[in-house]
């Protein structure tokens, strides 16, 4: 079956300095994939999409990568700040109309 | 303001009876879903709507009902709750012009007692 895999641990990290998610899929071929925001209590924001034929997308300061071999998307946030702050999941999509998502990485960013 | 909302924000209530979930949209989306989270287990669809009138089941539909009769308004419905329904609930909207983005309500907590 297909399964996503996120670390379960949260991140702590420094402000200043570049936080590094991951996610792992296995047991499909998803054409895109997107990264969203949660922070406690509300609804996930979208953040980046990437497709399968793109190795890398910014935006501002976030990153993406996609790697289709290893199965892999990184999600880097530069420069971090306490407002990055938050749960981050990814899902990787292969269909039209059914989405699976990872069950998050909560990262903190230490002031 | 573009927005997906969710009524009620909480919600607890005693196993079999009936209870619905609102879910309005005002981007004029065709697409429509259902979300359960829960703690180690993340996001689980429970059905989606493509447009008015049709649906389909999403990963975890037991124990639920959805309709789709205004292309705005996708309510969830349990007819008859038993505590393992116990959950946080969300409802999203797709973008029409990427068909990939979804726009997420703000959820609503539910306590089957």
């Known amino acids: 079956s297909q399964k996503i895999e996120q670390n379960s641990e949260a991140l702590n990290i420094q402000e200043g300095k570049t936080a590094t998610l991951t996610c792992n899929y296995t047991n499909y071929s998803p054409a895109y994939l997107q990264w969203y925001r949660q922070d406690p209590g509300r609804g996930p924001v979208f953040l980046l999409l990437?497709?399968?034929?793109?190795k890398e997308k910014r935006k501002e300061r976030l990153k993406v990568t996609f790697d289709t071999t290893l199965k892999q998307s990184l999600f880097h946030i530069t420069a971090s700040q306490p407002a990055d702050s938050a749960t981050y999941l990814c899902?990787?999509?292969?269909?039209?109309?059914?989405?699976?998502f990872g069950t998050g990485t909560r990262l903190k960013v230490l002031a | 303001e573009a927005q997906v909302t969710q009524n009620p924000r909480y919600l607890i209530t005693v196993t079999g009876k009936k209870l619905t979930v609102t879910c309005s949209q005002n981007m004029n989306h065709e697409y429509m879903s259902w979300y359960r989270q829960d703690p180690g287990l993340g996001l689980r669809q429970i059905y989606y709507?493509?447009?008015?009138?049709?649906?389909d089941k999403g990963d975890v539909p037991e124990g639920y009902k959805v309709s789709r009769k205004e292309k705005r308004n996708f309510p969830l419905i349990l007819e008859s709750p038993s505590p393992n329904q116990t959950s946080l609930y969300f409802c999203a909207s797709r973008d029409d012009a990427t068909n990939e983005k979804l726009f997420f309500g703000s959820g609503t907590q539910l306590s089957v007692l």
């Open positions: 899902a990787p999509t292969s269909g039209t109309y059914k989405y699976i």
């Open positions: 990437i497709r399968e034929n793109e």
């Open positions: 709507s493509m447009n008015v009138e049709v649906t």
